[in-house]
């Protein structure tokens, strides 16, 4: 199915400069691996070494902010996944 899935300034150099695509993935998850297959770079700045999703990122579902237990969550066909950054400052 096709989800939007829109990118936070800070991770949109790693999409070519794009805040919007469109890709085929039936979870919040499966549109996160999309992104990683058009763009290799996207998944260096998103895993720790071991490999896992940094605590950082964070997702929301048609504006609801979802948590890590619900990556796998079924997306209905034109929802929207935003993927955002969260850095500290001080």
Do not use: W
């Not at 998103?46 to 605590?55: A, C, E, I, M, N």
């Not at 237990?69 to 997306?75: G, P, Y």
């Amino acid at each position: 199915m096709s989800v939007t899935v829109k990118v936070g300034v800070g991770l949109r150099k790693f999409t070519g400069g794009k805040d919007s695509l469109k890709v085929e993935a039936n979870s919040p998850i499966e549109s996160l691996h999309a992104l990683e297959a058009r763009f290799p770079d996207f998944k260096r700045v998103l895993y720790d070494k071991q490999g896992k999703l940094r605590p950082q990122v964070l997702f929301c579902v048609n504006n609801q902010r979802i948590h890590a237990d619900e990556l796998n969550n079924t997306l209905k066909d034109g929802d929207e996944v935003l993927i955002l950054y969260a850095i500290g400052g001080g």
